[in-house]
Nanobody, 118 residues
Framework: QVQLVESGGGLVQPGGSLRLSCAASGRIFSPHVMGWYRQAPGKQRELVAV???????SYANSVKGRFTIARDNAQSTVYLQMNNLKPEDTAVYYC????????????WGQGTQVTVSS
C-alpha cells in the first residue's frame, strides 16, 4: 500500500499564494507519477499538475505559469506551489500516486480544501 498525507490547504485572498505538500510512504517504487488533482463542487475531478519519477512535469492549461510542482530528493514528498490564486482555483485538492507499468497501482490522499475568496 501507499499512504499519502496532504497538508497546506486553507483560505486565501485572490492573488495570494499557498503551498500544498503530499508526503508519501509505503510502496513508492519507480517508475511512478505523483501529483495533484482537484474537484470543485458540481464538477469532475481534474488534473492540476503531475511529476514523474524522472522529473517530467505536466500542468493543466489553467494553472500554467502560476503553479509549480516539485519533489524532494528522496522522491517521497511532492509540493505544489500555487501563486496568483483565483476564485476558480477553489476546490478540494487531492494527492495521487500512480505506479506505472505492469502490475501498477493507484492511491489517493484524503484531500485538502483550498478556498480563494475575498
Amino acid at each position: 500500500q501507499v499512504q499519502l498525507v496532504e497538508s497546506g490547504g486553507g483560505l486565501v485572498q485572490p492573488g495570494g499564494s499557498l503551498r500544498l505538500s503530499c508526503a508519501a510512504s509505503g510502496r513508492i517504487f519507480s517508475p511512478h507519477v505523483m501529483g495533484w488533482y482537484r474537484q470543485a463542487p458540481g464538477k469532475q475531478r481534474e488534473l492540476v499538475a503531475v511529476i514523474s519519477s524522472t522529473d517530467s512535469t505536466s500542468y493543466a492549461n489553467s494553472v500554467k505559469g502560476r503553479f509549480t510542482i516539485a519533489r524532494d530528493n528522496a522522491q517521497s514528498t511532492v509540493y505544489l506551489q500555487m501563486n496568483n490564486l483565483k476564485p476558480e482555483d477553489t476546490a478540494v485538492y487531492y494527492c495521487n500516486f500512480k505506479r506505472v507499468g505492469t502490475g501498477g497501482y493507484d492511491y489517493w490522499g484524503q484531500g485538502t480544501q483550498v478556498t480563494v475568496s475575498s
